[in-house]
């Protein structure tokens, strides 16, 4: 399926082999349509052999009458010429086809380009509402940090209490998902995205008193899926986990890499900008939903 609006061509492709649209789409996007092809479908803009923007649409089998478009990304050189309404009607023929009643919009911006995408939303009958903040920065960046800088270092080893999450015992293990203290938002078993290789554990009298989860979706692009921390632990437990945690992704990915955070909560906010010096960059998640079938 494809039409022309101008030299621009919109039209669908596989993102789990996304090709040249590849760099437009979040990196966990190829990853989920690999394991669930039927669940997604890419939507594409090229002008020749050039992608200009893309986005990913996906069936939820638990709302079949919803269809979620996110990772709409639009080239900066050509912003502001009408492709990502054009991308989002496509997604809104896609859903209506496939006989949704609800297209729901899930984007990242910052900016004059957020308050752009609230208005194409909008104008087809959403209605835009911040999510989350989303923070992502350059692991170099903190090479002369005062607070992390040590853990770009080969003289640094992280504290014997912090150990990968490969290496607990099943017995803590169990006590930490039977813990009441552990918030739902990131608890382990909610963090499907978390891999246990890059998550580390504060230990505390041989218990888990605090982690950080962590996750990776292309080489170089690392993320934090949760951060927790029992009462019962010093205060200096996060100082050490983010040390160690960017020390971890330091050596698994072989250098500087990307780092992207969302944190659900205040206090996880306001850790993420102490701990980044404001060298990281913040834009928003917003999300919409326009009602189908969509008319102009």
């Not at 639009?74 to 006989?99: F, H, K, M, N, S």
């Amino acid at each position: 399926m494809a039409e022309a609006a101008s030299d621009v061509i919109f039209c669908t492709f596989d993102p789990a082999r996304p090709g040249p649209y590849e760099s437009y789409l979040l990196p966990h996007i190829p990853v989920q349509a690999r394991l669930e092809p039927e669940r997604f479908l890419g939507l594409g803009a090229a002008f020749g052999q050039y992608a200009l923007a893309a986005a990913a649409v996906s069936f939820d089998r638990e709302t079949p009458g919803q269809v979620l478009a996110d990772s709409l990304f639009v080239d900066p050189e050509v912003r502001g010429q009408g492709i990502a309404t054009q991308l989002l009607r496509l997604a809104a023929a896609v859903a209506a086809e496939a006989g949704a009643h609800t297209l729901k919009l899930s984007y990242i911006l910052a900016g004059p380009e957020l308050t752009a995408m609230d208005r194409v939303a909008r104008k087809m009958g959403g209605d835009p509402a911040y999510v989350r903040p989303v923070y992502t920065m350059d692991s170099a960046q903190f090479r002369d940090s005062a607070l992390l800088g040590r853990a770009f270092t080969a003289k640094y080893r992280p504290p014997e209490s912090v150990v990968p999450f490969t290496d607990l015992t099943r017995e803590q293990i169990e006590a930490l998902y039977a813990d009441p203290e552990v918030p739902w938002y990131v608890h382990p078993r909610n963090r499907t995205r978390m891999r246990p290789e890059l998550s580390l554990a504060f230990l505390l009298e041989g218990r888990v008193a605090g982690f950080w989860l962590g996750s990776v979706s292309t080489p170089g692009n690392y993320s934090v899926q949760g951060v927790w921390r029992s009462p019962a632990a010093p205060v200096t437990t996060f100082h050490v986990l983010v040390a160690a945690h960017l020390n971890l992704c330091f050596y698994h990915g072989g250098g500087d890499f990307r780092y992207h955070c969302s944190p659900a909560v205040a206090f996880a906010d306001e850790l993420i900008q102490r701990y980044s010096e404001g060298k990281c960059r913040r834009l928003e998640e917003h999300a919409a939903s326009i009602p189908l079938p969509y008319n102009e």
